[in-house]
Structure formats: C-alpha cells, structure tokens
C-alpha cells in the first residue's frame, strides 16, 4: 500500500483525544487513534453511498478482563464507494483525521466522510510488523499523501503492545451482542458456543446444535420455547423447520457424552464458506 513519500514532511501539531475523552468532547472535530475490536464491512446506505462501521479501543478505557465486555468508541464511515471505506481487521490499529464527535442512542459515536473533497482521512496498521517491512508499514490510507510523525510510531507502538496483552481474552468478549443461550430473544446477536449435533436441513442450509456451558448436567436439548415459537412463526423460517427434527439421540449414546446441558439449533447454509460471522476458535 502507500507510504510518505521520502522525505516529505509531516504537517505540524497534529494531536489525538484518548477514546475515553470521546463522550466529553460532543460536537468537535476530533483526531483519534484505536485499536479494532468489532464491526462490519462496507453496506450499502439507505442513500446513495455506503457505510461500515468500526468498534476501537484503546488503554484509556476500562478493561474488565477476560469474558467481559472491552469497552469501544464505534465509528461511522461513509464514502460514496465501497473502496473509499477501510477493509479493516480485528486487531489492526487506525488512525482517524478530522471525526466528527456525536451522539446516537445516548452514546457518544465518531462520523467520518471520506473520499475526494471530504475532510477525513484514516490509516490503518498492520496489527503487528510484516516481515521485511518497517513497524509503520501501512495496510490502508484514504489518500496516497498521508504523512507521519514521531508520535505516530509512539501511538502506534503502544496500542500493539496493548493488543498483545489482551488478544487471548478475544474473540467476541468484546461485543455489545454477545447473549447466553438462556437469554435467546428474536433479534440479532452473538455466540460463543460448542457445537455438540451437525444436521443436514435440506434447502441449502445445515443445523448446528450448539451449547454456551452455561448450565448442566444436561436438562435436553429442546430450545426455549418462546425462541422456537418466534423462529417457527416467521415465513421466512418455516420451510426449514419443516426439514428440522428435535435433538434426541438415545441414551446409550448419551452416556458416553460430556455433561454439556441445553442445546439450540442454529441454521447456517451449507455451504460454511459463505458464513462470514461463522469463526471457528480451537
């Protein structure tokens, strides 16, 4: 990707708000530096160009430890291509020029515009050094005339470091999304789960019956009730559950099982590969 031209010099008195400053600062232009946690790639929005949106985090906010949520400042970026938008990973560092600080839902959020003729800007790092390329070595920049400072490879140093004593508790401890199987509700969210049953569906799709070890010994593997009666009653869903059949394998191989607890199905397509939220974690 692009990189400062030689020689070229970086313009003076660029700084950056700690993320956990972002709510005191409502209604200002700001310029921010944090680590990718979570968010999406490029969409189409309800107007004519496209958003994505990305979650970051820096040493400024509150880290609760491993299987609690990792506090972020989410991140709206918009352009009027999907190339305009950063094609990030988790655990790359971004540096964002000229956002602008708001509020939705009660919560404070950063908007940036990019593209020709808009005002921000962003770079995004490896999350850590390639081999044979510098530690500022560049994955995405809006614009090929991105410079960089000192300060910069301070920043930039400090939030790797930051990555590498916390990615262990990662993936997902993060999300805003992350439910229990007991907390099942018909809208979107996130899993981490063992998978105890594959089924087959029939229509492209295959079931994975899957436990959060939230509860045992093993109570069955039925769903909650309100959960399948929501699933079951929406048309889009019927033609599956016509091909699904209640988890009840036989004793004699139950036994031979660790005691897990409640199972739910989840229908995925068959094809996995089509699945980005789909992560396997060994």
């Keep these: 990707m692009a990189r400062p031209p030689p020689g070229s010099k970086a313009k003076a008195g660029y700084s950056y708000i700690s993320l956990s400053d972002v709510p005191q ?10 680590l990718v946690v979570d968010g999406h790639n490029p969409l189409p ?11 970051i985090t820096d040493g400024s906010l509150a880290y609760a430890g491993a299987g609690e949520i990792f506090a972020s400042v989410e991140v709206r970026c918009f352009a009027r291509t999907e190339r305009e938008l950063p094609r990030f990973q988790v655990g790359q560092v971004i540096r964002i020029h000229r956002a602008n600080i708001c509020s939705y839902n009660s919560k404070a959020q950063a908007v940036v515009q990019l593209g020709a003729n808009k005002r921000s800007s962003f770079v995004l790092f490896h999350s850590q050094p390639q081999d044979g390329a510098g530690a500022t070595e560049v994955a995405q920049a809006s614009s090929a005339s991105f410079t960089l400072e000192p300060k910069d490879q301070q920043l930039l140093a400090s939030l790797r470091a930051y990555w590498s004593s916390v990615r262990m508790h990662y993936p997902a401890a993060h999300t805003p999304y992350l439910k229990t199987l007991a907390e099942l509700s018909y809208t979107f969210l996130d899993l981490i789960c063992k998978v105890v049953l594959v089924q087959e569906a029939g229509a492209g799709r295959r079931v994975l019956w899957v436990w959060d070890g939230q509860d045992e010994p093993a109570s069955g593997a039925s769903p909650p009730a309100q959960y399948m009666q929501a699933m079951a009653a929406d048309p889009k869903c019927t033609h599956f559950f016509q091909h699904l059949q209640v988890f009840e394998p036989a004793l004699e191989d139950i036994a031979s099982w660790e005691e897990l607890g409640s199972a739910v199905p989840v229908v995925l397509p068959s094809d996995l590969t089509h699945c980005p939220g789909l992560r396997e974690i060994r």
């Excluded at 600062?25 to 944090?34: D, I, R």
Aim: charged share 10%.
């Design 45 to 55: 929005s309800k107007g004519s160009d496209f958003f994505c949106t990305v979650h």
């Design 25 to 34: 600062a409502l209604h200002t232009v700001q310029n921010l530096y944090g």
